[in-house]
Structure formats: C-alpha cells, structure tokens
C-alpha cells in the first residue's frame, strides 16, 4: 500500500526558506513521477513542481521559477521542494503527490497517490 508522509511547512517571514519533504512508503518510488501541488483559501489546487521519476527532468510553475527547486533522492524514497525567497501569495496547503507514469503532469487528475498536506505560511 502506498502512503506520502509531507513534512517541514511552517510559518515564514516573507523572503525567507522553507524546505518541504516528502516520504514514499512502498517499493516503486523510482518508477513514480512526483509532483508538488498547493491549494490557498478559495482557490483550486494548482501544480508547483514536478520531476520525473529518475529526476533528469522537472517543471515548475511560472512564478516559483529561480526560487523553488524540486530534487528527489530515490535511495530514500524521499521528495523536497527547497523554497526561498518566499512571498506572501505563496501561502497555501502544500500536497505531494505521485504518478504512475514517464511524464510530468500540470493536472491533479493525473496524480494516482497523495499525500497530505502541509500548512506554509509566509507573513509580509
């Protein structure tokens, strides 16, 4: 059975780092594309970050781009998102999810296993 345990939100001042894991419980984490999404108060979950499952290919959101970085370590079934330069509008529940297949996706729908969420907040 598969379980992603996310840990390391928090409360931030604005421009400062957070660093985000994610632990996959299970023996196929190599072969899962893994992805970092975010939900704010009234908004709908959109896609962070994502990287492929054997990490030689990311994407990230337009605005998060130069200041968040997704890495994965498959010895330690583990994913993180490094965050810096945090803003305001980056506060949000973050979720960790993965994907049984080569590609990245932008959608949720895609994502076949999640994590549950953490709380970041970046004060101004």
């Known amino acids: 059975q598969v379980q992603l345990v996310v840990s390391g939100g928090g409360l931030v001042q604005a421009g400062g780092s957070l660093r985000l894991s994610c632990v996959f419980s299970?023996?196929?984490?190599?072969?899962?594309?893994m992805g970092w999404f975010r939900q704010a108060p009234g908004k709908e979950r959109e896609f962070v970050a994502g990287?492929?499952?054997?990490?030689?290919?990311?994407d990230s959101l337009d605005s998060v781009k130069g200041r968040f970085t997704i890495s994965r370590d498959n010895a330690k079934n583990t994913v993180y998102l490094q965050m810096n330069s945090l803003k305001p509008e980056d506060t949000a529940v973050y979720y960790c999810a993965a994907r049984s297949a080569w590609t990245i996706s932008h959608a949720s729908s895609a994502y076949d296993y999640w994590g549950q969420g953490t709380q970041v907040t970046v004060s101004s």
């Open positions: 990287i492929s499952w054997g990490g030689g290919s990311t």
């Open positions: 299970g023996r196929t984490f190599s072969s899962k594309t």
